[in-house]
Each structure stands twice: as C-alpha cells, then as structure tokens.
C-alpha cells in the first residue's frame, strides 16, 4: 500500500460523501422519494419535504453539490439542476428567514457560485428580495417597540428563521460585486444595530416586581407553542444556537471580522458572550450549558443546580461553545475560547446516553455535533477534541444504511415513544438540517478552513 494512501475512516468518509451525492444527484427523484405520503413527522402530522428549505429541501441538497463542486468541477452541472428546480419553487414559497424561501435559495446560489462567480443575475435578484423583506420585517419590530411592546420573539433574532440569519447573508451579499446594492447596505447596517440594540437591556415587570433582564427576553405571550406558554409562564431566555442568543453572537463577531464597526458592536457581542459564561453549569462530566432559562431562574440569587440541554448543534454546549470560540477569535478573548474548548471536551467525555440527541442528521443528530467539534478542533488544534472529531465521524458513519434511499435516515420521536420498543421513527429527509446532504456535508474533511455552508450553521 502506498505511504500517500488516505487512512481508513479518511476513505470510509468519502465513499460516504460520495454515496449520498448519487443517490441526491436527481432532484426529481428525491422529491419522489422525500414526498411520499407516508414519510411524514410523527409529530406534526407533515410531509418531510418542503421544496425550497435548506432543512428538508433542495436548497440543502444544493448546498452538498455546490461544495462538492468547488473542488471536483464534474458535480456542477449536478449543482445547478438542484439550484433550478429550487427555482421552479420560488413562486409557492413563504418566506420565514434564512432556512425557507428566497433567503435559502440565496444560500444556495452563493455557495453553487464558486470561485468562477456563477449565477451573478439571480443572486442580485435574491439579494435584494432578501434587502427589502429584512426591512419590511425591520420595521414590524420597531413598530411594536414604539408601541410600548416587551419582550420579543424568536423571529427578531433567531438563527433559522429569525433576523439573524439573513443578516448573515446580507453580510456576504455587501461584500460581493455582484450582490452589493444601497438596498443591501442598509438593510444590513440596520439589522446590525437591532442586534446590538437587542442585547441591552431592558426592565420588566415581573412577577415579583420589576426586574431587569437582557433584552432578547421572550415574554409567554410570545412564545412558539401552548406547551412553551405552560412551560415559561413568565418568558425564557434561549440560549441556543438555532433559536437563542448564540445564532446572533456568531452574525456580529463575523459582522465585527468584516470591519463593520457598528456603534456598540463590541460591547453587544460582550454583554452575550459573559452573560453565557454566567450560565455555565456543572455536572460530573465538567461544565456545559443548558438550553433555556426561565424567569425564575435568570431572576434567582442562586443558579440552579441542573437544567436540561442536548448535546446538539441547536441546543446546548456545542453550539453556544462554537459562538463563544468565534467570538473570542474576533474580539481577542481567550477566556471565551478558553471556556468553549473546556465545554466541548466535558461533553465529549459525558455518557453519550445523556447527550439527548439522536441519528446523523445535523439538528438534533451527530452530524451536527461533529461539525462543531470539527470548526473549533481546527481552530484551536486542540488534541482532545480532534480525536472527538474522529471518534464522531465513526458514530455517523455507523449510521449508514444502504438500503435507505439517500443513505441515511433522520430520526425523529413520536408522542407514542415512551409506550413503545422503537422511540423513533426513520424517515427519508434529502436537505442540510434535517436530512442526508447535511450529513455528508458534516463528513467532508477539514483542515481547509471554513467551508461556504458553515455560515447556515453560524460557524462561519
């Protein structure tokens, strides 16, 4: 055997990445299988495809075959027929931030652009749709704070469908000739300043009289689900990275590593990034992070002792360590990144049995924690966690099946689970967040440095 062969879990990897790529090369033939009637969520009842979705979409298998296409140009003519059926969609899609709509197929076509600068006329067009819906939703928000409104939603700053996400594509979208526009400009500079304005805080009136507390506080009233309402009567704080203050800490460190000096920038990214240390908890394995926080708690003398988290991208150490780490590579705090690498190496060493996430896939799965364990271990070259990387991209590639359509399946948990042998049900999702491309996404190799799709993860 030549001494230039890859190693084993190098070509298992590949040959993972590889399979998946073919078996999404048709964008037909995924919507056939992803549409099925009966590939459904078991607990909403929906269809596991939604055409124009980085989750579960083609914008999301668009994204694996532009990479791909980056460094082996034979996957372009692929890429781009994904990237036009997500066209053919655009019509019948809603918009609900970064992950649906006209801002995911921007992601797309940013990422199928490549070096060579492809498909510079529609992402003008989407930039700008992107501009102008930022602003109109912009303006909801400064509307309700006038009129005397407190607290606010996931949607004025979330990662996934909030404003945070698509201030991530403006930023890459200023800084392209072919997207940049006053339009562009000044929906970004706004939505810079409404992220900063929203880590400030606030005084609310709270149960036991008026408290002060940060500013991205999500009152019960505004809360996504009757069950969140019951569990929050007097609102949450989320600290997480698909829906709490991580996604936002991400956006101004990379808005700050841009140069956009947006009057209290530092200070907001500050504010964030302490208030998480503040929230580190403690168990056997080390320290780590929990998901939310209610108002009791945020409001106490005393942290508690134990609050729920995944070890997940979306909730969780792994994705407030990887705000945390960027941040303090832009703002020059070494306590941050510090602090980060000690979350990712407890979790690493907890019992993977309290990790509470399940299957590959990127959200809630191993995909998505191997992609952060990933980012910071090249970041930070730190021992540890570059064997984690190793030992997760074995747990992923132990998921492989390859009688399942696009190779592997996403796991989901049903009201029934707890009465039954089987907690999940596997279903066929073709996308980035909730499917096979993200996970051959999270398998490409590192040491190249960030990757175009990162950015959907706030790594970036």
């Given at each position: 055997m030549s001494s230039l062969a890859p190693p084993p879990a190098v070509r298992a990897s590949s040959d993972a990445v590889a399979l998946v790529a073919r078996r999404l090369a048709d964008p037909d033939a995924v919507a056939a299988v992803a549409s099925r009637d009966d590939n459904r969520d078991p607990v909403y009842?929906?269809?596991?495809?939604?055409?124009?979705?980085?989750?579960?979409?083609?914008?999301?298998?668009?994204?694996?075959?532009?990479?791909?296409?980056?460094?082996?140009?034979?996957?372009?003519?692929?890429?781009?027929?994904?990237?036009?059926?997500?066209?053919?969609?655009?019509?019948?899609?809603?918009?609900?931030?970064?992950?649906?709509?006209p801002a995911a197929l921007l992601a797309a076509a940013q990422t199928c652009a490549g070096p060579q600068g492809h498909y510079a006329s529609l992402r003008r067009r989407l930039a700008d749709w992107v501009a102008a819906d930022q602003s109109e939703r912009l303006a909801v928000f400064?509307?309700?704070?006038?009129?005397?409104?407190?607290?606010?939603?996931?949607?004025?700053?979330?990662?996934?469908?909030?404003?945070?996400?698509t201030t991530r594509l403006l930023l890459d979208a200023v800084d392209d000739p072919a997207e940049r526009s006053p339009a562009a400009a000044g929906a970004l500079r706004d939505s810079l300043r409404h992220l900063v304005a929203l880590t400030e805080p606030v005084?609310?009136?709270?149960?036991?009289?008026?408290?002060?507390?940060?500013?991205?506080?999500?009152?019960?009233?505004?809360?996504?689900?009757?069950r969140d309402r019951a569990a929050y009567p007097h609102g949450d704080f989320n600290l997480g990275m698909a829906h709490g203050i991580a996604g936002p800490l991400t956006v101004l460190a990379t808005a700050a590593e841009r140069g956009h000096r947006e009057p209290g920038l530092p200070e907001a990214a500050h504010r964030v990034s302490e208030w998480l240390?503040?929230?580190?908890?403690?168990?056997?394995?080390?320290?780590?992070?929990?998901?939310?926080?209610?108002?009791?708690?945020?409001?106490?003398?005393?942290?508690?002792?134990?609050?729920?988290?995944?070890?997940?991208w979306c909730y969780g150490t792994p994705g407030v360590a990887a705000a945390l780490h960027r941040a303090g590579e832009v703002f020059g705090q070494p306590r941050w990144r510090t602090a980060a690498v000690e979350g990712l190496r407890a979790a690493l060493r907890r019992d993977e049995r309290r990790w509470a996430i399940e299957g590959?896939?990127?959200?809630?799965?191993?995909?998505?924690?191997?992609?952060?364990?990933?980012?910071v271990a090249e970041a930070s070259g730190d021992p540890e966690l570059r064997a984690g990387r190793e030992r997760l991209t074995a747990k992923v590639?132990?998921?492989?099946?390859?009688?399942?359509?696009?190779?592997?399946?996403?796991?989901?948990?049903?009201?029934?689970?707890?009465?039954?042998?089987?907690p999940h049900r596997a279903v066929d999702v073709a996308g980035m967040l909730e499917g096979a491309a993200g996970v051959a996404l999270a398998l490409l190799p590192a040491g190249s440095g960030p990757r175009p799709w990162d950015r959907c993860l706030g790594l970036a």
């Open positions: 009842d929906a269809v596991m495809w939604g055409p124009l979705t980085l989750a579960n979409g083609l914008p999301g298998t668009a994204l694996l075959h532009g990479e791909l296409a980056r460094e082996d140009p034979s996957w372009r003519t692929v890429a781009h027929r994904h990237l036009a059926a997500a066209g053919r969609a655009l019509p019948t899609a809603p918009s609900r931030g970064l992950f649906s709509g400064a509307a309700r704070a006038e009129d005397g409104g407190q607290g606010v939603d996931w949607a004025a700053y979330d990662l996934v469908n909030g404003l945070s996400g005084t609310v009136a709270g149960p036991d009289g008026p408290r002060t507390v940060p500013g991205w506080w999500v009152p019960a009233a505004l809360q996504v689900s009757e240390l503040g929230w580190t908890l403690h168990d056997e394995a080390g320290p780590y992070w929990p998901a939310r926080v209610g108002w009791a708690d945020e409001t106490a003398g005393d942290r508690p002792r134990a609050l729920f988290t995944r070890t997940a590959p896939t990127v959200c809630h799965g191993y995909a998505g924690l191997l992609a952060v364990v990933s980012r590639l132990d998921c492989l099946d390859e009688e399942a359509p696009f190779a592997f399946r996403h796991l989901m948990r049903f009201p029934a689970a707890a009465r039954s042998p089987v």
